[in-house]
């Protein structure tokens, strides 16, 4: 038979309940207070490092800065708060090492993107405001973070790019070196005066502020053939303005040609060229090997 119901067992059980949560809920509740606060001085003391300390760290070190000091108060506050409910800090690093492998190994793709972060900080093939392209992305860079890099397409879409995406592919930086080249190919009649030709070009070059004087613009004979001659236009621009520079010249070197008014001399055909990689004038020469003939 089972036994009667006794009130007592149940006020018993009500007095067990009521002595633990007047033991455990101030606990609780002084846990819940440390973690809200501790969140908030930890995004507080990220903003005062990089406002006191700022000024002396590479603007691309910022951001993986500042998350660092972030995180590193995060984990000491939930140190604190788990101790506050009772739980044995010893006991609790002998839980985290414990799964400590198995964490790492469901999250080897995130643990990747930082150790990938810190090469690309330490080895800096990029830093900010240049723009790179990479593994089929390509953007301006505004941000190197502990995860992921944030990156400005050239028509204004924000990338949000793993680190490992970009450290594990071949990434080239269009705005790493002084110069970029800018080649341009014109067809002209075979009648047209060589040298007079080349004066205009180079003249076209000289008076654009956006092309660098050192190493200076050269145009010369690409080939002879039965259809006319080929000059080709090679001049260098700064990073910044390239891309502006390489849309108008085309339009400026056929427009001048024209305005000659000589049937000789009004250009076939002028297009933008890029140089076989085979061709060495696609190196930006030394200061000291820049001339200014044109061969």
């Given at each position: 038979m089972d036994q009667a119901f006794n009130p007592q067992h149940l006020d018993h059980l009500a007095d067990v309940i009521w002595v633990w949560a007047i033991g455990f809920v101030p606990r609780l509740a002084a846990a819940i207070a440390v973690l809200v606060i501790g969140s908030i001085v930890a995004r507080w003391a990220s903003q005062a490092v990089l406002g006191a300390v700022?000024?002396?760290?590479d603007a691309t070190v910022r951001p993986m800065f500042g998350s660092i000091v972030r995180?590193?108060?995060?984990?000491?506050?939930?140190?604190?708060?788990?101790?506050?409910?009772?739980?044995?800090?010893a006991s609790l690093l002998a839980v985290l090492g414990a799964a400590g492998l198995a964490i790492g190994l469901a999250l080897q793709g995130t643990l990747s993107n930082i150790a990938a972060g810190l090469m690309l900080l330490w080895l800096r093939p990029f830093q900010l405001g240049d723009?790179?392209?990479?593994n089929g992305m390509s953007g301006t860079v505004r941000e190197i973070g502990l995860f992921v890099c944030h990156l400005e397409t050239f028509d204004g879409i924000f990338l949000f790019a793993p680190n490992s995406a970009i450290w594990n592919n071949a990434l080239k930086n269009?705005?790493?070196?002084?110069?970029?080249?800018?080649?341009?190919?014109?067809?002209?009649?075979n009648k047209a005066d060589i040298d007079r030709v080349?004066?205009?070009?180079?003249?076209?070059?000289?008076?654009?502020?956006?092309?660098?004087?050192?190493?200076?613009?050269?145009?010369?004979?690409?080939?002879?053939?039965?259809?006319?001659?080929?000059?080709?236009?090679?001049?260098?621009a700064a990073p910044q303005t390239f891309g502006d520079l390489q849309r108008t010249i085309v339009e400026r070197a056929k427009r001048k040609l024209e305005e000659l008014n000589?049937?000789?001399?009004?250009?076939?055909?002028?297009?933008?060229?890029i140089p076989p990689e085979s061709d060495p004038s696609r190196l930006m020469p030394d200061h000291a090997e820049a001339t200014s003939e044109s061969l």
């Amino acid at each position: 038979m089972d036994q009667a119901f006794n009130p007592q067992h149940l006020d018993h059980l009500a007095d067990v309940i009521w002595v633990w949560a007047i033991g455990f809920v101030p606990r609780l509740a002084a846990a819940i207070a440390v973690l809200v606060i501790g969140s908030i001085v930890a995004r507080w003391a990220s903003q005062a490092v990089l406002g006191a300390v700022g000024h002396h760290i590479d603007a691309t070190v910022r951001p993986m800065f500042g998350s660092i000091v972030r995180y590193a108060i995060l984990i000491l506050v939930i140190v604190v708060a788990l101790t506050q409910i009772g739980v044995q800090t010893a006991s609790l690093l002998a839980v985290l090492g414990a799964a400590g492998l198995a964490i790492g190994l469901a999250l080897q793709g995130t643990l990747s993107n930082i150790a990938a972060g810190l090469m690309l900080l330490w080895l800096r093939p990029f830093q900010l405001g240049d723009y790179i392209e990479v593994n089929g992305m390509s953007g301006t860079v505004r941000e190197i973070g502990l995860f992921v890099c944030h990156l400005e397409t050239f028509d204004g879409i924000f990338l949000f790019a793993p680190n490992s995406a970009i450290w594990n592919n071949a990434l080239k930086n269009h705005s790493r070196n002084r110069g970029r080249l800018v080649s341009v190919d014109i067809t002209m009649s075979n009648k047209a005066d060589i040298d007079r030709v080349r004066s205009i070009l180079l003249s076209i070059a000289g008076n654009d502020d956006r092309i660098l004087k050192d190493p200076p613009p050269r145009v010369f004979v690409e080939s002879i053939t039965g259809a006319g001659l080929m000059f080709n236009l090679r001049a260098w621009a700064a990073p910044q303005t390239f891309g502006d520079l390489q849309r108008t010249i085309v339009e400026r070197a056929k427009r001048k040609l024209e305005e000659l008014n000589d049937e000789a001399m009004s250009p076939q055909q002028v297009i933008r060229a890029i140089p076989p990689e085979s061709d060495p004038s696609r190196l930006m020469p030394d200061h000291a090997e820049a001339t200014s003939e044109s061969l």
